[in-house]
């Protein structure tokens, strides 16, 4: 029940964030709904391609499409307030980030995918639909830059693998797992902690 | 027959306007059939991946892979003269767009997916190709910016929906929605019908 | 057992190529391994997408991934001299393109899909991973600039396809297939051979 709440959050957070680079970008209302529908379900769907979930779950689960729909037109009507509401979103960006990987890989360990198979697949659905969103407006995705965000995803799944392999009951391993993601990336934030870049030739 | 017949032209003109958009970009003429043919059957080829259809239908249609081959040839030897072509390559465009979006929803509906699903595939099979052609080229795609695009992709998908819904025949609906999208296309482009961008901030 | 040495090779030319771009473009670490094991694998998962294999064999092979990533991690150190070394990474990139494009016609043939569409999908097999490389780094595709280098992935593929109708015994015809191909490639590179490009208007 919690954890559908905090879903939620998460891919409003993503479909808000979506909404934003497009209404940057200059898109009209429609392009925004798009845009921002695409980075909330874009990760889902991805996952369900690579696993064989046909049609994806994301697009036949109606309050997802609501939701996602809503948050982008609240975020067209009020972008110059939603822009400065800055720290809460990479907040909600971050809960979203660590809930889609975590049950990501939860849902490809359900269909008995080999454990490293499934912290991939669920990392994935973790930054796919960001990677979409800067690839639609021509940049190349945060993710690749931004260090910590695919290692926290990655982290975050990896954790859920262990819980498997050591037969924990999934809940309360997707809740922890979830927090550690959450963590490390608003710490990566608050810190500015970067991975090495190599040096110049 | 006549649905065949105007499929036909609709692949068509996609593959057209793929190959433009390559000579455009200076590509060679390989460059030309491929970004031709994989905006000519992107479309399809997205829909029978969320389907779950394999092979995709539009690779293992020989017809559809040598008609869209030689449109882009064609393009490539009188590229000058297609490009004149402007008004001509719109409605052919706009009738691509209107078949695709709905036989992917009645493809979709085929396949017992809900109906809400079925529409968003639908509305996807239309302008997948395109964005696809978009992004090859560097491009923020044009689905995005000129909304009444998508627009008309997704209504002629819900009408095919509605249709289903009230269990109409379903040639007669598909013929149907495929001309409301063609004419509200049309309509649009020239009355000049914009949605609304966010007010700069 | 060749063979697979060669795959082999291949998968880590791809994925040092890929590393390569992601240095250029001045992203971190992480983001090096990312683009790396994207560039080594994205042509096996849209193969195994396309063709409803689930999940992706190229993500439950964890010698691939490890040999991937090491590869981008070395690439990362050792970048400057890994630039230099231009000529013995064309080679290798050549094979690899070679193996990927004939092997993934194999695999197609062997679900039994139309001998044209198993064409099609190897020579995609051979060319997705460098076209995602390059539209993550926000480039055109070099693949559709470089007109030989899809065009000897196809025939490679068409080759493997012959041998198939002709019933001939598979392995050899792979060897000869991916022969041809890296001869083809490394010719026209040497040759600075180009396909035509559309006069100027």
């Not at 909404?19 to 921002?36: E, K, M, S, W, Y």
């Amino acid at each position: 029940m919690m954890l559908v709440a905090l879903e939620f959050l998460g891919l409003v957070a993503f479909a808000a964030s979506g909404a934003l680079a497009a209404v940057r970008a200059r898109l009209d209302v429609f392009g925004v709904i798009v845009l921002g529908l695409t980075t909330a379900l874009g990760g889902g769907i991805i996952r369900d391609v690579l696993l064989g979930v046909h049609p994806p779950t994301t697009l036949r689960t109606w309050p997802y499409l609501t939701a996602g729909a809503v948050a982008a037109i609240l975020v067209f009507a009020f972008h110059p307030q939603v822009a400065r509401l800055r720290r809460p979103m990479l907040v909600a960006d971050a809960i979203g980030l660590g809930l889609f990987a975590t049950s990501g890989t939860g849902v490809a360990l359900a269909l008995d995918v080999p454990v490293y198979t499934a912290c991939l697949i669920g990392m994935t659905t973790g930054i796919g639909g960001g990677a979409i969103r800067d690839l639609l407006v021509g940049e190349i995705p945060l993710v690749l830059r931004r260090e910590i965000y695919a290692l926290a995803a990655l982290l975050g799944a990896v954790l859920v693998g262990v819980g498997h392999l050591a037969d924990l009951p999934a809940t309360p391993v997707l809740a922890v797992a979830s927090g550690v993601v959450v963590a490390v990336r608003l710490i990566a934030l608050w810190r500015q902690w970067h991975a090495p870049v190599a040096r110049e030739t």
